[in-house]
């Protein structure tokens, strides 16, 4: 398996409330992604980084931000959590599509609630 | 707008006999296929690929069949075991233009359930 960590792996939160989620890898990688899973939609792609401190919009940006300061770190921030947010979020990786292709590692997931 | 969808939320299959999950696609710039399998509780795993010069990979019991014309993708299980119950997701890629990568853009998932 991939070296993918996520942290927290549960999280319950009240609305208007800053979260941060993080996702660790051991790979090296230089891609990283974050998802969320919400029933009838799927895996969305949220805010991704393609290097260090480079990062771009996903599919669903609003209410996220991200930063990457280290290959391996990857932190997905809610500034101003609502309920909507209430979901399932996954952290992937990849490197260079000559590389390994177009496969994405992914982790645990964390689940996150708010109230 | 769904650009890959999977029009099955559900199928429910006896061990032994062949699962076929379905996909759609509508953009013709995506080129590389993915189907990904997840149990509760844990990350999607990879499962197996198709580039869009291919029309068929296989892998085991595991087989991809892509109709570019149709744009329509399956994945096929041949024979269906209990262990192969979980939800599985269609993924199509294109390229991200900030680099080397590639962006994944997934249907909603097909939950599979094998019975005895």
Partial sequence: DAGITQSPRHKVTETGTPVTLRCHQTENHRYMYWYRQDPGHGLRLLPYSYGVKDTDKGEVSDGYSVSRSKTEDFLLTLESATSSQTSVYFCAISDDRELLGDEQFFGPGTRLTVL | ?116
């Fill in chain 2, 1 to 116: 707008d769904q650009q890959v969808k999977q029009n099955s939320p559900s199928l429910s299959v006896q061990e032994g006999r062949i699962s076929i999950l379905n996909c759609d696609y509508t953009n013709s710039m995506f080129d590389y296929f993915l189907w990904y399998k997840k149990y509760p509780a844990e990350g999607p795993t990879f499962l197996i690929s198709i580039s869009s010069i291919k029309d068929k990979n296989e892998d085991g019991r595991f087989t991809v069949f892509l109709n570019k014309s149709a744009k329509h993708l399956s994945l096929h299980i041949v024979p269906s075991q209990p262990g192969d119950s979980a939800v599985y997701f269609c993924a199509a890629s294109d390229f991200i233009n900030t680099g080397t990568a590639s962006k994944l853009t997934f249907g909603t998932g097909t939950r599979l359930q094998v019975t005895l």
